[in-house]
């Protein structure tokens, strides 16, 4: 006949790894819950968003030149053609590269734009 031994205890399963696994999921469902707020910050502070009710400064960006609202500008008189569509200098100037223009013609707009004291601006796609 075959022995196998004296029988064994019954062991109880370690909570070590549900414990982890509860920490990880908390860790990351209160990171994905900041993430959240800052969608909506207008509501948690009060303030309502306000409709856009200025001229269109959109600003087209392509390989070999700008177009503000259609009409296309050298790059150097951008800035003069902005002012008489602007308030104020912090009123926002949308910036919408074509597809396929390289960062660096995005970065150099914008900080044309940003020498001219025009210092908002937004990217669309």
Same mark, same amino acid.
Do not use: C, K, Q, W
């Given at each position: 006949?075959?022995? %196998?031994?004296? !029988?064994?205890?019954? @062991? @109880? !399963?370690? *909570?070590?790894?549900m414990?982890?696994?509860?920490? =990880? ?5 209160? =990171?994905?819950?900041? %993430?959240?707020?800052?969608?909506? *910050?207008?509501?948690? $502070? ?15 960006? $392509? ?7 259609? @009409?296309?500008?050298? =790059? ?11 308030? $104020? ?7 919408? !590269? ?6 660096? @013609? ?5 900080d $044309? ?13």
């Amino acid at each position: 006949m075959i022995s %196998f031994g004296p !029988p064994r205890v019954p @062991r @109880r !399963p370690s *909570l070590t790894p549900m414990i982890d696994v509860v920490f =990880l999921l908390l860790v990351f469902f209160m =990171l994905a819950a900041r %993430f959240g707020h800052d969608l909506s *910050l207008p509501m948690l $502070t009060g303030g309502t968003p306000s409709a856009y009710d200025g001229p269109p400064r959109l600003v087209a960006i $392509t390989g070999d030149g700008v177009a503000l609202n259609g @009409r296309a500008l050298p =790059l150097g008189a951008l800035a003069d053609a902005l002012g008489p569509l602007m308030e $104020t200098p912090e009123d926002i100037v949308v910036l919408r !590269p074509a597809e396929g223009v390289p960062l660096a @013609r995005l970065i150099e707009v914008s900080d $044309t734009l940003a020498a001219a004291g025009l210092g908002r601006l937004m990217v669309v796609e």
